[in-house]
């Protein structure tokens, strides 16, 4: 038993395994490459009918256009006019704006004023509270040692026998 092989035969096996790997994805590729020349053409032709339709129909267009161009044109004024309108209100706000910033200005400095008087007062009264203690602790070290310069001679009254 002798094998042998016929090189039509491995062609074959081949060709059908190059077939198997590869076709489907070659016409596919075949195919989309059809499609896209294909619409190419037509929309160049569909584009060179348009365009001679095109023209008729730009002109009606502009026509149109041209002849609604006065409405537009009252339009674009009534809205100037109410852009005018809305200006002076934004600059009348502004003034208003600016009027109540400098009073606010001149009420904070008039509260830092009177701030600065409170602060002033609070210190003044502070101090005073410390004087009147001082005093009064002075009045109490007068007190205790006057009482114990009378303890003092009381006991050596006692001790003494006077």
Do not use: P
Not at 135 to 155: G, N
Request: proline residues 0%; charged residues 30%.
């Amino acid at each position: 038993m002798t094998t042998s092989f016929k090189a039509t035969e491995i062609l074959d096996d081949t060709s059908e395994l190059h077939h198997a790997f590869f076709g489907t994805a070659q016409g596919n590729l075949q195919r989309a490459l059809a499609e896209f020349v294909n619409v190419f053409e037509v929309n160049q032709q569909h584009t060179q009918e348009k365009d001679k339709e095109g023209t008729i129909e730009a002109l009606a267009d502009k026509y149109v256009q041209l002849s609604g161009c006065h409405e537009q044109m009252s339009l674009a004024s009534q809205t100037q006019h109410e852009w005018s309108e809305a200006a002076k209100t934004a600059d009348e706000i502004r003034q208003e704006l600016e009027a109540t910033h400098a009073g606010l200005v001149q009420h904070e400095s008039r509260t830092s004023r009177f701030a600065d008087e409170r602060a002033q007062f609070l210190a003044d009264i502070q101090k005073r509270r410390r004087e009147h203690e001082q005093q009064v602790q002075k009045q109490q070290d007068r007190l205790d040692e006057h009482y114990a310069k009378k303890t003092r001679e009381s006991i050596y009254c006692n001790l003494v026998g006077i």
